[in-house]
């Protein structure tokens, strides 16, 4: 019989804030939320979007089983009629990776970004009614990072009127790209642009590489799967695939030219648009990859907080002398709340710096339309940085949740291995996080350096202007309660921050070639460019407090949470501040103190505030996270669904179990 008690009732009647108010806060706004959740509940009541266990299908049935949801996907938008943000939600719950992620966060993004407005008109609405699938091809075998050192190249045939593409190199072959490997019929394909004998760098260039008719690549195409990757499902239902080219010809018009155009005459064009237009796609997917960060690190924290508050062990005071009785439950141990809160509130934290970050891309594309390119230097550094930062951590926190939730959290039902195989390779794609930090501190040194000749930095560097303040600046915490200051806490990371990067500023003077000392400073620059991340997530989330927040308690635990999100980050990176003497060894001892007084004012909400992230139990897929905590029965249930149970005796019991005990008895007689 259905076990229908929800084990943490007891727990949600504890909490001290109004659950519906802060579901409005996660989502967005009332009308965010509403739109989620009524396709949440469709998704989850649709058998069609039902979740097998990934984990034990074949390669080649998980990747069937990813393109015929893909296919269900598309059938029931159209028959539905779903709106583009009804569209969003539902890929979004269905969850399962396959081609249409890149079809349409990538291909479709970089032909808007790169494509002039008449080859826009021809391509995007093929591609937005699906009668072309598309892949980005950039990263090759040997380059991913070194975009520059691309190798394919696209020679301008002015004879015909054509480009010859060609993949010169076995490092040439075009490596990864999401849909490619079985799937996509066209791809942005990036290669080196030859003209008149000229080498003019790297452009993007849309190429059909299937036949529409029978789906064999075309003539002078090879194109296959680059193989399974890391962990059970995860990645593996997603086709990333390997091309080359043996000279196959594009007409000219499918290079995409709003950037800069090759003439009939071969002649080649710059507009006056920034090269690193051709770069939009990936500005536009980071963005997208800070959202995505919150989500996973919040299903993971998720899963973690119920199980806490589900799983008990050891004695407690209300034990007999005997130990018997009821046991603690993990969440009451101060080290289960000192690993597990701040990871709750990072996913608040990046959950508001990814709504601040989309409304910063949101504002460059309309600057862009109006020819106003200045915002987006600033732009990209806080894409790169932040999707560095965030992924980077919610990776961590989710190994970290599978910790948490003990020997349980890494069996497969749990949720928790898969959600980490399928989100680590964030910290890789869309540009490795070390790859894309150099570039924020390449763009923090520029700053810097404009401030000698009076250049006065502004929105996410103003604090930088505050130099001469915040370098001789010191902290006034006397006592743990002093820590309950935003201005204070905001302070001590600039300070900390612009001390870092001042002093990379300083050394760089040292070296006589500028490349060798940024290269030889690397290790710092990262460092600095980590404490100017961490201001701008830590200054969001303080900005987002000043908002109007409605409902009993919201905003006492919003500021709980960002409290929790700031100390933490003091005690993890004390080194920095400490030798940067942004705070005293003093203070930092107050800051773990003030620590512990914030996760006893969490504990009684905790099961609420993971409540307030309105996720189905189809959506978290987790026996250990599901909303009624019902986990024993449900871990129980799950194993006798294991392939290998489908027998008492297991297969190759003959061949290979009885031979041994066989020569086990024998030796034994002898
Ligand atoms: C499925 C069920 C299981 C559960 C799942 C559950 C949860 C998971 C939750 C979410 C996750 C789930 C799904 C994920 C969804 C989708 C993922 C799918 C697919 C992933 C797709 C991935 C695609 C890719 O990776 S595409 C390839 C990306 N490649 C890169 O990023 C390359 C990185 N390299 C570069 O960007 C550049 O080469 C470089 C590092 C910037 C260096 O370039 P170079 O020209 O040499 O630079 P510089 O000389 O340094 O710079 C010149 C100048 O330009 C400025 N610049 C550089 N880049 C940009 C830019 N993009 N925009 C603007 N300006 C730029 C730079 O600052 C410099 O300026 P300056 O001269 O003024 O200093
Ligand atoms: C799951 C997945 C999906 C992907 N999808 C796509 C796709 O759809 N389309 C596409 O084009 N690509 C895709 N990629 C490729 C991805 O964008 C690249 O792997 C990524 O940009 C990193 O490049 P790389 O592999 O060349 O790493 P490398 O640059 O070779 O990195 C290796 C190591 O070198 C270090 N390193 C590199 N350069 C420097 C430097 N200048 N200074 C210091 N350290 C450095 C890095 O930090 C890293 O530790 C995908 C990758 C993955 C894993």
Redesign the pocket.
């Known amino acids: 019989m259905e076990d229908t008690v929800d084990h943490l009732a007891h727990e949600r009647s504890k909490a001290q804030f109004n659950v519906e108010e802060m579901k409005i806060i996660w989502a967005g706004s009332l009308h965010a939320l509403q739109v989620s959740d009524r396709i949440a509940k469709l998704v989850a009541s649709d058998p069609g979007f039902g979740k097998e266990n990934r984990a034990v299908l074949s390669r080649k049935d998980l990747f069937k089983s990813a393109l015929k949801k893909a296919a269900y996907v598309w059938k029931r938008i159209n028959e539905l009629g779903l709106s583009e943000e009804e569209t969003s939600w539902l890929r979004f719950y269905v969850d399962e990776l396959a081609y249409d992620y890149?079809h349409w966060g990538?291909f479709v993004p970089a032909i808007k970004g790169s494509a002039t407005e008449e080859q826009q008109n021809k391509w995007l609405p093929l591609a937005n009614t699906m009668q072309i699938i598309g892949?980005?091809?950039?990263?090759e075998l040997g380059?991913?990072?070194n975009v520059r050192g691309l190798e394919t190249t696209a020679t301008f045939d002015p004879v015909t009127d054509e480009f010859i593409i060609h993949s010169p190199t076995l490092t040439s072959s075009k490596w990864?790209?999401?849909g490619l490997g079985k799937v996509a019929t066209h791809a942005v394909v990036y290669a080196q642009l030859i003209t008149d004998g000229k080498e003019y760098g790297v452009n993007g260039f849309l190429v059909q590489i299937r036949s529409l008719d029978d789906h064999f690549p075309l003539p002078g195409i090879t194109v296959g799967d680059i193989g399974m990757?890391f962990g059970s499902g995860a990645?593996n239902s997603m086709d990333?695939g390997v091309l080359r080219f043996d000279r196959v010809r594009i007409p000219r018009n499918q290079m995409l030219m709003r950037v800069s155009k090759v003439t009939r005459e071969g002649k080649y064009v710059e507009s006056n648009i920034p090269k690193q237009i051709i770069y939009g796609a990936m500005v536009y997917v980071r963005q997208t990859i800070v959202a995505d960060a919150s989500i996973a690190l919040s299903r993971a924290v998720c899963i973690a907080t119920r199980y806490s508050a589900v799983r008990r062990q050891f004695g407690s005071p209300q034990n007999d002398q005997n130990g018997n009785g009821i046991e603690t439950q993990v969440i009451d141990y101060k080290t289960q709340q000192s690993r597990l809160f701040p990871l709750l509130a990072s996913a608040y934290a990046f959950r508001f710096v990814g709504e601040w970050l989309k409304w910063l891309y949101t504002d460059l594309i309309q600057k862009l339309e109006g020819n106003d390119f200045s915002t987006l230097p600033e732009v990209h550094a806080c894409t790169a940085g932040l999707k560095s930062l965030t992924t980077s951590a919610a990776a961590d926190g989710i190994e970290e949740s599978r910790k948490l939730c003990g020997g349980h959290g890494y069996l497969s039902s749990s949720g928790l291995p898969e959600l980490y195989a399928t989100f680590v390779?964030a910290c890789?794609?869309?540009?490795?996080n070390?790859?894309l930090l150099?570039q924020v501190s390449r763009f923090l040194m520029k700053t810097i350096s404009q401030l000698q000749s009076g250049k006065k930095p502004t929105g996410t560097t103003a604090y930088i202007g505050h130099v001469e303040h915040l370098i001789q600046c010191g902290c006034n915490v006397k006592k743990a309660e002093d820590w309950l200051n935003l201005c204070v806490i905001l302070e001590a990371f600039e300070a900390r921050a612009i001390r870092l990067l001042v002093a990379c500023a300083e050394n760089l003077t040292k070296f006589a070639n500028p490349l060798q000392g940024f290269s030889e400073l690397?290790p710092d620059l990262v460092e600095a460019a980590v404490a100017h991340c961490q201001v701008i997530v830590v200054s969001k989330f303080i900005e987002k407090l000043q908002q109007n927040i409605q409902g009993i308690g919201v905003k006492q635990l919003l500021e709980t949470l960002c409290y929790i999100y700031s100390l933490n980050l003091i005690h993890k990176h004390l080194g920095d501040f400490l030798s940067t003497r942004s705070i005293t060894p003093k203070q930092a001892s107050l800051a773990s103190d003030q620590l512990r007084s914030l996760y006893a004012k969490v504990r009684p909400n905790a099961i609420a505030l993971v409540d307030a992230f309105n996720y189905t139990d189809h959506f978290l897929g987790s026996v250990l996270g599901s909303y009624d905590g019902n986990v024993y029965p449900k871990l129980y249930e799950e194993a006798w669904k294991d392939p290998l149970n489908e027998s008492v005796v297991p297969d190759g019991y003959h061949e290979n179990i009885r031979p041994v005990l066989k020569q086990q008895l024998q030796n034994a007689r002898l």
């Open positions: 890149v990538m892949t980005y091809a950039q990263t380059h991913g990072s990864w790209p999401g990757k990645f990333n390779p890789t794609y869309e540009g490795d070390v790859v150099l690397s």
